[in-house]
């Protein structure tokens, strides 16, 4: 089933969603209760909104036993990333670089800030690579 694109926009378009998918993308696989407990917010709350992303396709599950991990769809997300890439309209056509004009038209304070969003990106991509060559071991 293929989600239309504003359907997606619309359920990204909640903050408690987005953070859910930023935990799973940093953390890997976890459960309603540890998703809960670290965002502050009941298990309950977060079963909804889980509901709502995997209705979505952009998470999905496998119970084991008792404990029913949530995971993110990777292939839903390079859609979701498609998407952004054809509506955005700073200039770097999916390369997550900026033209060279949109440089040189840059202040040093938006560069500061895209450059600090690069290294919290990084981070979590080092986290998540560590996490699953230590699975792997």
């Known amino acids: 089933m293929k989600i239309e694109p504003t359907e997606i926009f619309k359920v990204l378009s909640v903050e408690t969603r987005v953070r859910i998918i930023e935990l799973l993308k940093a953390q890997g696989p976890l459960g309603a209760k540890d998703i809960a407990a670290t965002i502050g917010i009941t298990t309950a709350a977060v079963s909804q909104h889980l509901k709502i992303l995997k209705q979505a396709g952009l998470?999905?599950?496998?119970?084991?036993?008792y404990?029913?991990?949530?995971?993110?769809?990777?292939?839903?997300?390079?859609?979701?990333?498609?998407?952004?890439?054809?509506?955005?309209?700073?200039?770097?056509?999916?390369?997550?670089?900026?033209r060279e004009s949109e440089l040189e038209r840059s202040s040093l304070e938006s560069l500061k800030k895209y450059e600090e969003e690069l290294r919290k990106e990084l981070r979590i991509v080092r986290q998540r690579l560590q996490k699953i060559e230590s699975m792997n071991k």
């Not at 998470?59 to 036993?65: A, D, I, L, P």
């Open 67 to 98: 404990w029913i991990p949530y995971s993110i769809d990777e292939k839903a997300m390079e859609h979701c990333r498609q998407l952004l890439n054809a509506v955005c309209t700073c200039g770097c056509q999916g390369t997550g670089k900026f």
């Open 59 to 65: 998470v999905r599950s496998e119970r084991k036993g």
